[in-house]
């Protein structure tokens, strides 16, 4: 592993989001849904194609709140244009577990 600097660090922009929508994406090459995520008022509403499918139902991701780096190209995903890289980590199975605060914050603040 390659290490970095704290100003490497400050390059990442990773911020608390809330999910406002969610749908499935049959078109996806592996199983994902479509989200939209709410980043606050200076961000404002940012959307991501996540493969959590095997964790999450769509019922429960309304009103989730989630990290997500911000700061990167966006990026294709099939016919789909994902703005925003949510976080998660992996479980025992190698599925996706999303990373949340464990306390309601703000959407938009900035992970330090």
Do not use: C, H
């Not at 599925?95 to 330090?112: A, F, M, Q, S």
Request: overall charge neutral; cysteine-free.
């Amino acid at each position: 592993m390659n290490e970095l600097t704290f100003d490497d660090f400050l390059k990442v922009d990773i911020r608390v989001g809330q999910i406002v929508r969610a749908e499935p994406y049959p078109e996806a090459r592996k199983p994902a849904y479509k989200l939209w995520v709410n980043l606050g008022d200076k961000i404002g509403q940012k959307k991501s194609s996540a493969q959590i499918t095997a964790n999450y139902n769509l019922d429960d991701l309304v009103g989730r709140k989630v990290l997500a780096v911000v700061n990167f190209p966006p990026r294709q995903i099939g016919k789909f244009m994902s703005e925003i890289l949510i976080l998660g980590v992996p479980d025992e199975n190698n599925e996706v577990v999303l990373i949340t605060p464990d306390k309601d914050v703000e959407n938009g603040g900035r992970l330090y």
